[in-house]
């Protein structure tokens, strides 16, 4: 009688692992894992990996810089970097503090600012993506940390995408320097444009936001931190439209910025690389540059 | 820790590698369920344990003195009314009647800010609060009217009120169906450990797979992202609904009586199908079992119940819906769900629904429809952010617009929701058909849906993770 029952119990166990073996040949060439976007943030925040190069901004920042090229730009081999961006993200004390904790203090530290008029807003400040992932649970973050791998084997399938092939795909690679390598199918560099509107109601610029980081600029300045800024670019829809409705006035901002002591990094023909969503590079732009941006703090920090 | 977690993996297996061991002497088992499930529940936040734990003793001690000082047995047992129902008011009403109180001196003209003072710890709901209050009340209450004796072990209690399983999201298991249980040491025997497996998978599949694909559209919808607002969608989107509830909540209660079977315990039955229901009073007796009789035995019976006269059986019924809608929640969309169920269930009384009908498969069909049709009238305030949402969906509901692209756009939740649908109608051909309920039973049959189950909770799980019941 026993008996039966525990051969029913073994023949659903080995039914199981073979269906589970065939879902791991089907799903191989899946474009985006669930199971790697979630222990890529639990592993921005909660590494304790100390770097001497940090980008720190928002989506166009942890989408558009690439920290292997950054790296090949700047040609400096003990250099440590990390792209520090997270969604929505703003420039304030909560983000300050965890750049500073994640800093090498070596001789040369660089924090790079990628300076988006929505990164200046109130809304913005709320933090929430990094704020999400710094209160996660311990449970959960250890999950996210360390058993990823086997976790990876159990990645569902999504049937959406099964059941319509041409609903929108996310193409997502997530790096453990912080970069997440994106494009999408179909790409539509109008795509932001409106919610970008949307988000600008009642959320404009704030002079406060301003004044709170030039004071962090001036600070980081004197601890001899060395701080660059840029604006990442996008298309020339969304800049036009971010200049008119956001309350950002560049012109202004880069005068700022260089008298509390950082270096603004104009980037040359901005509207070459190319979005596929109208805020967001497409991968290989991005590759671009982040090439172009090492060039330039190298020809800074090493003029020769 | 929630059961579709890999933590609480990691916690069962450790949980019965030892299970065999602290089994064999009653102490050590309740010392052993006792500590585990204040692991489990400290999970999330280990200061609200001082609550469960606060709330425990003063039951075990009131039920103690019940017993042992007859002549101020009211008293105790008033004291550990007051100590459940103080938690639940500070925990989880404060917030709400402080709104209502300051709203009422507003109206009056008066500015007070009763809302703003409550201090912040009051604010968060502590997780399961409504459900291991309500069976910890239960203990005293039946000690009280000399149906249970008290137990003499805390421990004993402990195990009782904490087991982990259920705690958390029911079913509310009462004092008398578990404590004799828990006396004995059980073994789950092979018979026990396939139900239990099953029991599980079958749960899993219901939480992960089908509840989880139907939130995408539920939660489009209302928060306002979804690009719909035709009748077409709000019909799908209460259907999605319904039978993400439903799954939701049944699939944690299946899971918890398949790891109680496991452990060689048996916990009753807490969902029976209740879309399958044939009238409204159907539906509360396949609906949250363990509730809705908590509330007939706790409530309705000691109100008066039906018996005296009908119009009092009508008074009592609308109390109880009232105050089961106020478990649910603090806001006024749970008042409205519990009055609108107590009003088609007056109606059904009035008109003696199901009776006027002839039993065959047609009129079965007519009156699930039918039940269902109230049901997910009612969903709609429970499920809305605030009665002025609920309003604007039940009027869309009934101006018959379509849209395109609904199928599109939310095909897998659609997909999903079918296969709801199906497993209902599968079973339901069981209970009618002998040769479904044959061939259901066949070896094969039987081992290849449970795989299928678990391969499905996996593989094809949705991206909800909380189970919906947890913030009651």
């Known amino acids: ?304 | 820790m929630i059961f579709n977690s890999f933590v609480f993996l990691l916690f069962i297996f450790l949980f019965f590698s030892f299970w065999k061991l602290a089994n064999k002497k009653d102490k050590s088992r309740w010392i052993y369920i006792t500590i585990a499930s204040f692991i489990f529940y400290g999970w999330w936040d280990w200061r609200f344990l001082f609550l469960i734990i606060g709330s425990g003793l003063i039951d075990f001690f009131a039920g103690k003195a019940i017993v042992n000082f007859p002549n101020y047995r009211k008293h105790f047992f008033i004291l550990s009314l007051l100590g459940n129902i103080g938690s639940l008011a500070i925990f989880k009403y404060s917030s709400f009647f402080a709104s209502i109180v300051d709203r009422g001196f507003f109206a009056a003209g008066i500015h007070t800010n009763l809302q703003e003072q409550i201090p912040e710890f009051a604010l968060i709901v502590p997780v399961g609060i409504s459900f291991y209050t309500f069976q910890s009340m239960s203990y005293t209450i039946d000690i009280y009217r000399n149906r249970l004796s008290p137990v003499k072990n805390i421990f004993h209690f402990f195990a009782y009120l904490s087991m982990f399983p259920q705690l958390v999201a029911g079913p509310i298991i009462r004092a008398k169906d578990i404590l004799g249980q828990l006396l004995q040491e059980r073994k789950a025997n092979a018979i026990q450990i396939w139900h239990g497996t099953k029991l599980v998978a079958y749960g899993f599949f219901q939480k992960t797979a089908i509840a989880d694909n139907l939130s995408t559209i539920v939660n489009d919808a209302f928060s306002g992202k979804a690009s719909f607002d035709s009748s077409e969608f709000w019909w799908i989107t209460m259907l999605c609904f319904a039978f993400q509830i439903y799954f939701d909540f049944s699939g944690y209660s299946l899971i918890a009586r398949g790891i109680a079977k496991w452990m060689g315990y048996h916990f009753k039955m807490n969902f029976n199908h209740p879309y399958l229901a044939s009238s409204m009073k159907d539906f509360w007796s396949r609906w949250h079992i363990s509730l809705s009789t908590w509330f007939r035995d706790y409530v309705y019976i000691p109100l008066g119940g039906s018996k005296n006269g009908k119009i009092n059986a009508h008074k009592n019924m609308w109390i109880t819906m009232i105050i089961s809608g106020l478990w649910h929640g603090a806001s006024f969309t749970f008042i409205i769900w519990g009055m609108v169920h107590a009003f088609f269930l007056s109606l059904e009384r009035i008109f003696n629904g199901v009776k006027t009908f002839p039993k065959n498969r047609i009129s079965d069909l007519l009156m699930f429809v039918f039940v269902l049709f109230q049901v997910l009238l009612a969903w709609v305030f429970f499920r809305a952010n605030d009665v002025q949402q609920a309003i604007h969906i039940i009027g869309t509901l009934f101006l018959f617009t379509t849209e395109s692209g609904i199928f599109s756009v939310y095909a897998a939740a659609i997909l999903f929701l079918c296969m709801g649908i199906l497993s209902e109608l599968t079973y339901y051909l069981k209970c009618k058909s002998e040769r479904v309920k044959n061939i259901s039973k066949i070896n094969w049959v039987e081992v290849f849906t449970v795989s299928f189950c678990v391969f499905s909770s996996i593989y094809f799980r949705g991206p909800e993770a909380e189970f919906i019941y947890f913030q009651f």
């Open chain 1, 1 to 304: 009688m026993n008996n039966r029952y525990y051969k029913k119990l073994a023949l659903t166990i080995t039914l199981f692992l073979t269906l589970a073996g065939i879902a791991r040949i089907v799903k191989k060439n899946e474009p985006s894992s669930e199971i790697f976007r979630k222990h890529f943030w639990a592993y921005k925040v909660h590494s304790n990996k100390k770097y001497n190069v940090i980008f720190e901004g928002d989506s166009r920042v942890y989408r558009g810089i690439d920290v292997n090229s950054f790296n090949k730009g700047v040609n400096i081999n003990y250099l440590h970097t990390l792209n520090f961006g997270f969604s929505s993200g703003g420039h304030n004390k909560t983000i300050y503090n965890a750049v500073e904790n994640k800093l090498l203090h070596t001789s040369l530290n660089i924090v790079v600012l990628g300076i988006t008029p929505f990164s200046l807003t109130p809304k913005a400040q709320l933090n929430e993506h990094f704020l999400e992932e710094q209160n996660r649970n311990k449970g959960e973050t250890i999950e996210r940390m360390y058993f990823y791998p086997f976790l990876s084997y159990f990645e569902p399938f999504n049937i959406q995408k099964l059941l319509h092939p041409d609903t929108v795909t996310y193409f997502e690679k997530f790096h453990k320097d912080g970069w997440v390598e994106s494009y999408k199918v179909p790409a539509n560099s109008n795509e932001a444009l409106t919610s970008y509107k949307i988000e600008f109601e009642n959320n404009q610029v704030s002079d406060t936001v301003v004044a709170v980081l030039l004071q962090k600029v001036k600070e980081w300045k004197n601890k001899n931190i060395k701080v660059y800024a840029f604006r990442p670019p996008t298309t020339v829809n969304m800049e036009t439209l971010e200049n008119n409705i956001s309350g950002f006035n560049e012109k202004e901002f880069i005068k700022k910025i260089e008298m509390a002591g950082g270096k603004w990094i104009e980037i040359e023909n901005r509207f070459n690389y190319n979005s596929y969503d109208g805020s967001h590079l497409h991968f290989y732009s991005a590759q671009q540059l982040s090439y172009y941006l090492g060039k330039k703090i190298k020809e800074d920090i090493d003029p020769k």
